[in-house]
């Protein structure tokens, strides 16, 4: 099973900075089959990348992805008081699935 | 849109069993994979099980194997999981979720469904 490590598990930053959150794997996934979602308290999460870096339906272009075989990064170029939220990665190269523990991004 | 509506939810025993059903609505549901996940309080997601468009594969987490049991009706755009052998650390709000067509990378998800195992 593939473990997937997120950090840092906290980021306090102000509405306008630049986000950067990373997901680590202990096994290289596969045909990088790596996703973000981002969860908000009392919401469905909502899928925000897929394939490591291909930007979902909707979401907007502030949001994007890289990283490839263990490494991987969630960017977001300026942050907007909406997207203060806890992310997660999911890996779906192998099965099963698994998800990083989250990163909580709070204002500052 | 994409509608997946949990129902099922509720209070049960140790021990116990409760069996959650998840409507689809709004895409080809026979086409794509689902999973279940769940979020135990205060804590992160877990990915529960999978089953494959035409249910011939199903993939348990660990904690899970052997007391769960996911399952798809096709012609009534419906997910099923039937949770045996409950415990107090399956308390959780259980969320499910449409996969892709080819990967079981989760496309959307629904508003989830709480469950509480408790005596």
């Known amino acids: 099973e593939i473990v997937l490590t997120q950090s840092p598990g906290t980021l306090s930053l102000s509405p306008g900075e630049r986000a950067t959150l990373s997901c680590r794997a202990s096994?290289?996934?596969?045909?990088?089959?790596l996703a973000w979602h981002q969860h908000k308290p009392g919401q469905a999460p909502r899928l925000l990348i897929y394939?490591?870096?291909s930007r979902a339906t909707g979401i907007p272009d502030r949001f994007s992805g890289s990283g490839s075989g263990t490494d991987f990064t969630l960017t977001i170029s300026r942050l907007e008081p909406e997207d203060f939220a806890v992310y997660y990665c999911?890996?779906?190269?192998?099965?099963?699935?698994?998800f990083g523990q989250g990163t909580k991004l709070e204002i500052k | 849109e994409v509608q997946l509506v949990e129902s099922g939810g509720g209070l049960v025993k140790p021990g116990g069993s409760l069996r959650l059903s998840c409507a689809a609505s709004?895409?080809?549901?026979?086409?794509?994979?689902m999973n279940w996940v769940r979020q135990a309080p205060g804590k992160g997601l877990e990915w529960v099980s999978s089953?494959?468009?035409?249910?011939?594969?199903?993939y348990y987490a660990d904690s899970v194997k052997g007391r769960f049991t996911i399952s798809r009706d096709n012609a009534k755009n419906s997910l099923y999981l039937q949770m045996n052998s409950l415990r107090a650390e399956d308390t959780a709000v259980y969320y499910c979720?449409?996969?892709?067509?080819?990967?079981?990378?989760?496309?959307?998800w629904g508003q989830g469904t709480l469950v509480t195992v408790s005596s």
């Open positions: 089953i494959s468009s035409s249910s011939s594969y199903m």
């Open positions: 979720a449409r996969g892709g067509i080819l990967t079981t990378v989760i496309q959307s």
């Open positions: 096994q290289s996934v596969s045909s990088s089959y």
């Open positions: 709004g895409f080809t549901f026979s086409t794509h994979n």
């Open positions: 999911q890996q779906y190269g192998s099965s099963p699935g698994s």
């Open positions: 394939g490591a870096s």
